[in-house]
Each structure stands twice: as C-alpha cells, then as structure tokens.
C-alpha cells in the first residue's frame, strides 16, 4: 500500500504559477504517481503523470508545456509545476497511484490524496 499527502494549492491570477507538491510513503516501489483534478460538475480528469523508477512523465494534451511534473527520490516526492494558469485551471486536485501499468481513468487508482484546491482568478 502507499499513501498519499497533496499540498501547495492555493489562489493565484491568470498568468501565474504555483507548485503541488505529493508526498509518498509505504510501498512505492514499480509505483505510477498521476495527478487528477475536478472541477465542479465536472468529471475528475487526468493532469499527467510520473513513473517512480524512470521519472518519465506523460500529460493531459490541455496541460502540455505548462504544466511540468518531477519527482525527488530521496524526499519520495512528487511535484506538479503549473505555469501560464488559466481560469479554466481552477478545480481541486488529486494525487493517485498505482502500481506497475500506466493508464489514464481514475478509476484504475487504488489509493488517493486527500486534494487541494487550485483557484485562478481572472
């Protein structure tokens, strides 16, 4: 098992950046890390994601070249740079993970953070 601990949200303008940070313990060994986030009335989405053991990171096309997901091995942390936020950005946002095989549906992750809310104002 893994678990899960988000922080960074917060409120920012049109144009800004801020940084998620995902904090990882137990089991994180073959582990895929993804973020997701819902907006509200909304379906929960996927942002992009990180494979522990490469460091290589797929992404949402919405977020390609904003958005830039790293992790630090020996904090067991993964971050979630987002740059050039748009309003449409605004919505809470999940860490997951999974083991062994990317997929994208969120359904296919077992263990979930507790979220943070991203808000960017116009």
């Known amino acids: 098992q893994v678990q899960l601990v988000e922080s960074g949200g917060g409120l920012v303008q049109a144009g800004g950046s801020l940084r998620l940070s995902c904090t990882a313990s137990?089991?994180?060994?073959?582990?895929?890390l993804g973020w997701f986030r819902q907006a509200p009335g909304k379906e929960r989405e996927f942002v992009g994601g990180i494979r522990w053991s490469s460091g290589s990171a797929s992404y949402a096309d919405s977020v390609k070249g904003r958005f830039a997901i790293s992790r630090d091995n020996v904090k067991d942390t993964m971050y979630l740079q987002m740059d050039a936020l748009e309003p449409e950005d605004t919505a809470v946002y999940y860490c997951a993970a999974k083991y062994d095989i990317f997929s994208v549906p969120s359904t296919s992750y077992p263990y979930w953070g507790q979220g943070t809310q991203v808000t960017v104002s116009s």
């Open positions: 137990g089991r994180t060994f073959s582990i895929y």
